[in-house]
């Protein structure tokens, strides 16, 4: 069994655990075992599963080579305990599964896990600004989108601006945009943006978008200083500033400008392991329980780096103000530390690069509920992090320019013509959802094609205008939509009994009309010179 690239989706933990159990069971191989006098078909120890699930998981590219031994071990004791694997005697569900000579085998019954059948988060409707409607006690819950019914002398005043003439029309000044109108459109666009770059078709399965705060997102977005860091209006959410030194003079080492130079050895480890120890008591991860889904989904974009770079970004602009800060300090200091040459090393046996990774992992992402993969999955997500942050954790420009141009656009003065009833420019549903084949044909048929077609009979129908009138507006006609046009008038024949031609009498040569008209040739005088 080849393993595949597990692609964003709802239930990726899900399909990436049966993923690993499947190869993990098709690639361990299996053996007879002598243990205490005593011969077992079909089994494997304990440091041989370790040697291949760690292979396993090295190759593969859900995961790569960054996965640590100590990582499979921890794998494989939650593999013992949900019954993936059994000892020799048939026991299991207890992690304590070590690295050694200990005999274990594959139970007969499938550990698969079934994909969770998870309640639909509902589409919310983003609210866009009703500019008919009064300023207060308005209700915004859906799109102000009105069908308008066109008559003949309507269409003319539409279409009368392609041959030269051009309609009246009047200016229609917008209401002024709200804070919170601005705010629901970034909320609105940000979120459609990260359906198109995870190429879901609805994000209902990976995120509940009630849980979105879209003051959170302007606020990512605006509320920054000149390096890039969120500032926060409320102060009390600040990191301390004892952490803040800390984390500056593992940042900077060896020139802390906050802290004098150390006096005794080991000093850097301490301070390190005071920032582990505050980052480590919080009750959530700074990603978040509710955005778990999404960023799980992200992994799986990481070999197309533009791609999970964007959706990282935008990812990351959903977050509450003090956790997009506190990640953007706490993952620039993991950078700086791995990268410093100059900072004695923090650990005998790990590297700084592998120790930041596990030392940081569960409090930037893990999951509410217990799951088996949550470590390796964090640790995924973390070592993208530190080699991209100074380009994840800054605000997408592509994004803000279309969002702010958009903005501009409706509060900019609209044309309004004659015979419009209603605005020609509306701001786009948030969500598209795909239909059919036939649907879509069916829509278009019905859609526009009836109108029209009942327009044209209602032109081709209509007594009061001239013929010359009639002419001319079936010509435009024909011209715009010549399908329908075709389809009412198969033939010339069809189109000229609309106009019968009128038989004309000549009238008959009056001979009294005519003066002398057998007067005879007279002969003249001609002139001689």
């Known amino acids: 069994m080849e393993p595949g690239l597990v692609g964003p989706g709802p239930y990726r933990a899900t399909r990436l655990w049966n993923e690993i159990i499947e190869l993990f069971r098709a690639g361990m191989p299996l053996r007879k075992h002598r243990c205490r006098f005593k011969s077992y078909e079909r089994c494997f120890k304990a440091s041989e599963a370790v040697d291949c699930l760690h292979e396993l998981l090295g190759s593969n590219q859900n995961f790569g080579p960054e996965v640590t031994r100590n990582q499979t071990v921890k794998l494989l004791r939650k593999f013992l305990k949900n019954h993936v694997i ?52 308005s209700s915004q819950e859906h799109i102000p989108v009105k069908s308008i019914t066109m008559n003949s002398e309507m269409w003319y005043k539409r279409h009368s601006i392609a041959i030269g003439e051009v309609p009246a029309c009047k200016l229609v000044f917008r209401r002024e945009l709200t804070q919170t109108n601005i705010e629901e459109i970034w909320k609105s666009m940000t979120l459609s943006r990260l359906q198109k770059v995870l190429g879901l078709d609805s994000l209902d399965e990976v995120l509940d978008t ?30 301390p500033h004892w952490i803040l030194s800390a984390m500056k003079c593992l940042a900077n080492w060896p020139s802390c400008s906050d802290l004098k130079q150390p006096t005794y050895s080991g000093f850097e480890r301490d301070v390190f392991k005071t920032i582990v120890d505050y980052f480590g008591q919080m009750k959530e991860p700074l990603l978040t329980f509710h955005f778990f889904d999404v960023f799980v989904s992200v992994l799986g974009l990481l070999q197309k780096h533009s791609k999970s770079v964007e959706a990282l970004q935008i990812s990351c602009l959903l977050l509450p103000p003090e956790n997009r800060k506190r990640l953007q300090l706490l993952v620039r200091m993991m950078a700086r530390i791995s990268f410093n040459k100059d900072l004695p090393p923090l650990s005998e046996s790990v590297r700084t690069r592998t120790l930041m990774v596990q030392a940081f992992s569960r409090c930037i992402l893990c999951s509410k509920d217990e799951m088996d993969l949550d470590e390796l999955l964090a640790a995924k997500l973390v070592s993208f992090l530190m080699d991209n942050y100074q380009e994840i954790l800054s605000v997408p420009s592509t994004l803000k320019s279309s969002i702010e141009e958009h903005v501009v656009h409706l509060q900019r003065v609209q044309i309004k013509y004659a015979g419009a009833d209603t605005d020609a420019t509306f701001p786009p549903p948030s969500f598209c959802h795909q239909i059919s084949t036939d649907e879509f044909e069916y829509q278009r048929a019905t859609g526009s094609q009836e109108p029209l077609a009942a327009l044209l009979e209602e032109i081709a129908t209509n007594k009061e205008i001239s013929v010359k009138d009639k002419k001319k507006k079936l010509k435009q006609f024909q011209k715009s939509y010549p399908e329908v046009y075709k389809a009412r008038f198969p033939t010339p024949e069809t189109e000229a009994v609309l106009f019968p031609e009128k038989t004309k009498q000549k009238p008959p040569v009056l001979m009294w009309a005519l003066k002398n008209p057998f007067q005879p040739f007279h002969r003249t005088r001609s002139f001689r010179m």
């Not at 070590?98 to 589409?123: A, E």
């Not at 302007?218 to 600040?238: A, R, W």
């Open 86 to 137: 059994e000892d020799i005697k048939g026991r299991w569900g207890k992690e304590d599964f070590q690295d050694d000579g200990h005999l274990y085998r594959f139970p007969p019954s499938s550990p698969l896990k079934p994909y969770p059948k998870k309640t639909s988060c509902g589409k919310e409707v983003i609210k866009f600004p009703d500019w008919n409607e009064p300023k207060t006690g």
């Open 210 to 239: 009630k849980l979105v705060n879209s003051k959170h997102i302007v606020q990512n977005v605006y509320n920054v200083n000149k390096q890039g860091i969120v500032t926060l209006e409320d102060k009390s959410k600040e990191l």
